[in-house]
């Protein structure tokens, strides 16, 4: 416990008989502060590991709004459409394009049924309506229309609201921009991050990059967790 002294010359005068304990409870004091912020890092760690290994329910994809099958993580096999940012199945895309053929219709979106765009500045205006609702969706594509033009620097702008909105595209393609420093600076650390983002919201190329740098790192249980995920 804490001792009162009544003046400093007090306790210096006793100092030869309490240094001792002093000095021995100082390291108790500086252990257990010590042992119970590693105790919290191993939780944190344990918690995040935890969250990181957990096997995602669906791809990063998501389900066909219409259909609510699978869509595939292939891009060729749906279409993303810049009027209501939805990704639509093949399947369905192509069965609304028969019903118009057949019908004599207007080409419109199979989900909201507005008219599509006929050029390319025609969606991109559409998406970037949906942009200033703050639609994660939309921020991804028109980050990758700058990037795809050699505008990295606003790519990674548009792609980091995205990312702060969850989308796990915007997130890889972040972790690939620190990894090779177009538009930003290299940084390993953030590079990490957005992997470890886009692989928990189920992105298998995220997921497999998270396998091959543990390799690099010579941690083969935890890359081949990564890979079996994958």
């Known amino acids: 416990g804490l001792v009162r002294y009544c003046s400093d010359k007090c306790q210096q005068d006793h100092l030869p008989h309490h240094e001792s304990v002093c000095k021995e ?4 004091v500086r252990d257990e502060i010590l042992f119970k912020q590693s105790a919290s890092t191993n939780d944190d760690e344990c918690l995040r590991d935890t969250i990181l290994f957990r096997q995602p329910e669906s791809s990063f994809m998501g389900d066909c709004p219409i259909c609510f099958l699978p869509l595939s993580i292939d891009s060729k096999k749906s279409t993303l459409f810049s009027c209501c940012s939805k990704t639509i199945c093949g399947g369905c895309s192509y069965a609304n394009k028969l019903h118009q053929r057949k019908e004599r219709l207007d080409r419109t979106c199979p989900f909201c049924r507005k008219l599509l765009p ?10 970037m309506k949906r942009v200033e609702g703050n639609d994660p969706v939309a921020m991804r594509h028109i980050g990758t229309v700058h990037c795809n033009t050699g505008d990295n620097v606003r790519a990674i702008e548009y792609w980091t609201k995205a990312a702060e909105l969850g989308d796990a595209m915007a997130h890889n393609s972040l972790s690939i921009a620190y990894f090779v420093g177009d538009g930003v600076e290299k940084d390993e650390k953030k590079r990490l991050y957005h992997l470890e983002q886009a692989a928990i919201a189920g992105h298998p190329g995220a997921r497999y990059n998270l396998g091959w740098n543990e390799g690099m790192n010579q941690r083969y249980d935890r890359a081949v967790k990564h890979w079996i995920i994958a």
């Open 118 to 127: 006929k050029t390319l500045d025609e969606g991109n205006a559409n998406a």
């Open 25 to 28: 409870r100082a390291a108790e």
